[in-house]
């Protein structure tokens, strides 16, 4: 006679033990998607807002806004948003060993590395510009890196969700960046922010067992 607490347990349960243990490594290695996509949705809302404000559908501003000033605000809420999303690469990789840690360990490396770069040739080149096209550029090649880093993260990860978003995101832009300021800072806001925030409780929600 077997007593219940070593009762060997069926294939059947074997099995979904299995399964339940596959799919908590790749909710976790896909990251929580608070701090992977809310925190973007949540910076380019309020930091787009601002340029909207200040540039104008027809170039006329909505509100006393500076471009230095949404400027401002945008890369606070950009930093704070990729500082999240390192955040939760990084724990993402705790106590785990092999290839997934070295893959993940470098896709953070590259936010990283795509953030300064960007910024470096940001700051050396929009001098040259006019005023409009300066933040144009600024708002452009931000949400250039983002993009080809979400399609990135999915095709290292497997992750289709990431990577749609990651052509959304790059179609969006490119579109905006074809109209104008104006045009480019309200669909990166209205699309982009609200829709980041919304795809990102939506991964929440389905993340959750």
């Excluded at 069926?10 to 608070?34: C, K, M, N, W, Y």
């Excluded at 880093?149 to 969700?161: H, K, R, S, V």
């Amino acid at each position: 006679m077997v007593d219940d607490g070593e009762r060997v347990p069926s294939p059947e349960e074997t099995l979904r033990l299995i399964e339940e243990q596959q799919a908590a490594t790749v909710r976790r290695f896909r990251g929580d998607p608070l701090f992977m996509y809310v925190p973007w949705g949540v910076a380019w809302l309020v930091g787009f807002t601002c340029f909207f404000l200040h540039y104008g559908l027809d170039g006329k501003p909505y509100a006393p806004i500076s471009q230095n000033q949404a400027l401002t605000v945008l890369m606070i809420f950009q930093l704070i948003a990729g500082s999240l999303c390192a955040y939760e690469i990084t724990r993402m990789n705790i106590g785990v060993r092999g290839d997934t840690t070295a893959k993940g360990a470098m896709y953070g490396y590259a936010w990283f590395a795509g953030m300064v770069v960007m910024s470096v040739i940001a700051i050396r080149v929009s001098p040259m510009l006019p005023e409009a096209e300066s933040g144009l550029l600024w708002a452009g090649i931000s949400l250039l890196v983002v993009g080809v880093l979400y399609m990135t993260g999915g095709a290292i990860f497997l992750f289709w969700p990431m990577f749609f978003l990651g052509i959304g995101i790059s179609a969006v832009n490119g579109l905006g960046v074809l109209l104008g300021p104006g045009w480019h800072a309200l669909l990166t806001a209205v699309l982009l922010g609200f829709g980041q925030i919304v795809v990102g409780l939506w991964l929440r929600r389905r993340r959750c067992p």
